[in-house]
Nanobody, 126 residues
Framework: QVQLVESGGGSVQPGGSLRLSCAGS????????IGWFRQAPGKEREGVSC??????????YYANSVKGRFTISRDNAKNTVYLQMNSLKPEDTAVYYC?????????????????WGQGTQVTVSS
């Protein structure tokens, strides 16, 4: 069964950290660029980060709002992409999704991303 499964969300205080995982099953994640997106209640979906495939140097991209705080990475042995989130702020609160694309060219827009996970909730609150 082809699936993308996000995990690692939760509730943290401002300044805290979380690591989200995007695990692929039934296909090889490193054949695709992987994007992380988030959507807060009442807001449009926002591109957070994207990582190209390893043979394209695995170049990474970040939204300005998370640059310097979030890090995207791959573990191809585990068929998983991670999003390390540090120095979390209340405005980072959202459901976070990972999705596949052929590249990161359209990032931070989401229209190139064809296969999505179910999302994981991140809540940052004191």
């Amino acid at each position: 069964q082809v699936q993308l499964v996000e995990s690692g969300g939760g509730s943290v205080q401002p300044g805290g950290s979380l690591r989200l995982s995007c695990a692929g099953s039934g296909f090889t994640l490193d054949n695709y660029a992987i994007g992380w997106f988030r959507q807060a209640p009442g807001k449009e979906r926002e591109g957070v980060s994207c990582i190209r495939i390893s043979t394209s140097d695995g170049t990474t991209y970040y939204a300005n709002s998370v640059k310097g705080r979030f890090t995207i990475s791959r573990d191809n042995a585990k068929n998983t992409v991670y999003l390390q989130m540090n120095s979390l702020k209340p405005e980072d609160t959202a459901v976070y999704y990972c999705a596949t694309a052929w590249g990161c060219n359209s990032f931070p827009r989401s229209f190139d991303y064809s296969f999505w996970g179910q999302g994981t909730q991140v809540t940052v609150s004191s």
